[in-house]
C-alpha cells in the first residue's frame, strides 16, 4: 500500500520501510502483552482516524476491535534490526496518544537493548492519527552504519493510556 490518507508523503516514504502495519498477523515485529496473536488483518485496527498510510494504522483503543476500552490494552511492538543509512538517518513516522507523562510512546535501541532515543506524544484528546501535524521525525545520523530497532510502547492501563501509529520509515529528510 502506497497511499497516504490526510497526510502528505516525502518522495522516499518507501525506501525503507520499518513498518507500514496493514496487517497484524503478516507483521514482522516482535510483539507482547495485548499486541501477541493477532486474530485477523485488522486486530490492530487504527482506520477511524482521519489520517494513515496505506490500509491500517495502528490504534490500542481499537485494538481487538476495542474489547477492553481505550486505555487498557498494553504491550510492545519491536521491530527487527536495521542499519541507519547515512543518506536516509532520519526515523519518521506518525503518532499520536498520551499526555506527555504516560509511558506510551516510541524507541530507538541499540541492538542490544540500550535506548538511543524516544518520542512520548501529548495528544491524549484524541485516540487516532489527525493528519500531518502528527508527523514525527528522529535524526539517527549518529547512529548512521549502526543496527538499531524500533519500539512502539504502551505500558500504561489507564488514562490516556493509549497510542495510535503508522508508517514508521527512514528518509533523508525530516518530516
Not at 489520517?51 to 495502528?58: D, E, K, P, Q
Amino acid at each position: 500500500a502506497t497511499l497516504g490518507f490526510n497526510v502528505t508523503l516525502p518522495d522516499d516514504a518507501f525506501d525503507q520501510v520499518i513498518g507500514d502495519f496493514d496487517d497484524a498477523t503478516a507483521n514482522t515485529w516482535t510483539a507482547t502483552g495485548d499486541f501477541a496473536n493477532p486474530a485477523g488483518a485488522d486486530a490492530w485496527q487504527g482506520t477511524s482516524g482521519e489520517a494513515r498510510v496505506g490500509l491500517r494504522a495502528v490504534s490500542t483503543c481499537e485494538l481487538n476491535n476495542n474489547a477492553n476500552g481505550c486505555d487498557a490494552p498494553t504491550g510492545t511492538l519491536t521491530s527487527p534490526g536495521f542499519t541507519v543509512d547515512a543518506a536516509r538517518p532520519y526515523l519518521n513516522f506518525l503518532m499520536g496518544g498520551g499526555n506527555g507523562a504516560a509511558p506510551v510512546g516510541l524507541r530507538v535501541l541499540d541492538m542490544g537493548g540500550t535506548e538511543l532515543a524516544s518520542f512520548t506524544p501529548n495528544s491524549c484528546g484524541t485516540s487516532f492519527i489527525n493528519g500531518d501535524d502528527d508527523w514525527v521525525s528522529i535524526d539517527l545520523s549518529a547512529q548512521a552504519g549502526n543496527m538499531v530497532q524500533v519500539e512502539v510502547f504502551d505500558n500504561e492501563p489507564g488514562g490516556c493510556g493509549f497510542v495510535s501509529w503508522d508508517h514508521v520509515h527512514m528518509s533523508a529528510t525530516a518530516k
